[in-house]
């Protein structure tokens, strides 16, 4: 008995030990689970974030183009309003499930941004199907589209902790016939 109790320290440490090891282990495989989900959820957001740009764009890149038929926009790619009804209608009907995911995944900051910028989309969809020819009241706006975009992608930046982008703002030239 002299003899288990000689080794009895040894056993003990090698004991305590072996649930270090343990812990440590399991400590670190729970971090790197919380890790990777984080990772997998942050991806799925810019997923989500990236597709409700895609589908406001394919908007935004209709009214350019029905704003130039009406002499509104200097986009080289006119399109009459009928031309544009069925894309403009497709557009229209993409932006409702990537709405959806986008206010089931994003923050709060980027989906009142997100809102912002649709409504600014709307209001140049209304404009034209009023067939309105006012390019200097277009411009105003596709600029607050443009500066609701730009929120847009901030907010985006900010959520996913990237770092700050290009504000997309490129001098346009003059609508043609009124200089």
Do not use: C
């Not at 080794?7 to 004991?15: D, N, R, T």
């Not at 440590?24 to 991806?43: I, K, L």
């Not at 206010?103 to 709307?122: H, P, Y």
Request: aromatic residues 8%; glycine residues 6%.
């Amino acid at each position: 008995m002299s003899e288990f109790l000689q080794q009895l320290p040894a056993l003990i440490g090698v004991v305590i030990g072996a649930l270090g090891s343990y812990l440590a282990v399991v400590r670190s495989d729970r971090a790197r689970f919380r890790r990777e989900t984080a990772a997998r959820w942050e991806e799925r957001r810019l997923a989500v974030y990236a597709d409700y740009a895609r589908t406001l764009k394919a908007s935004v890149t209709l009214t350019y183009r029905v704003a130039a038929h009406l002499g509104n926009d200097p986009h080289p790619h006119p399109l009459t309003p009928r031309e544009a009804a069925r894309p403009q209608a497709e557009a229209a009907l993409a932006r409702d499930p990537a709405g959806e995911a986008l206010i089931l995944l994003g923050s709060r900051e980027v989906v009142e941004k997100a809102r912002i910028w649709v409504v600014a989309v709307m209001e140049m969809e209304r404009f034209l199907r009023e067939q309105t020819r006012d390019p200097q009241a277009w411009r105003a706006l596709l600029e607050r589209q443009r500066a609701a975009r730009e929120g847009y992608y901030t907010a985006v930046r900010q959520d996913l902790a990237l770092p700050p982008g290009h504000g997309a703002r490129w001098p346009l030239p003059p609508v043609s016939g009124s200089r």
